[in-house]
Nanobody, 130 residues
Framework: QLQLVESGGGLVQPGGSLRLSCAAS??????????IGWFRQAPGKEREGVSC????????KYADSVKGRFTISRDKVKNTAYLQINSLKPEDTAVYYC?????????????????????WGQGTQVTVSS
């Protein structure tokens, strides 16, 4: 059973930081060549891809809207991916999801597209408010 569990969300003031975690179980993100994508969905809006990382090689990609503030990383030993979010803004308020998919050649082109992923976590709420 492949499972992803997000954690680390919460209520943060504007300008603050959070580190979200995406812990995988039931498979090896590194050995099995998975890609992890981070997505967010605000109320009334479509799900938006913000970043993705290849668990084997570590290559990353970011949406233009988050470049410079979001950093994706991974710990192969812990089978976990992370999303560091700095300089939080009220518009970052959303449920943040991680997703996993086996890497195939050229996946980078679609790694910020939600439809490209099979496995999803339950999401973690991030609320940015003073």
């Amino acid at each position: 059973q492949l499972q992803l569990v997000e954690s680390g969300g919460g209520l943060v003031q504007p300008g603050g930081s959070l580190r979200l975690s995406c812990a995988a179980s039931g498979f090896s993100l590194d050995y099995d060549y998975y890609v992890i994508g981070w997505f967010r969905q605000a109320p009334g809006k479509e799900r938006e891809g913000v970043s993705c990382i290849s668990m084997r090689g570590g290559s990353t990609k970011y949406a233009d809207s988050v470049k410079g503030r979001f950093t994706i990383s991974r710990d192969k030993v812990k089978n976990t991916a992370y999303l560091q979010i700095n300089s939080l803004k009220p518009e970052d308020t959303a449920v943040y999801y991680c997703a996993a998919e086996r890497y195939v050649w050229g996946f980078e082109a679609q790694c910020l597209t939600s439809g490209a992923y099979t496995y999803w976590g339950q999401g973690t709420q991030v609320t940015v408010s003073s």
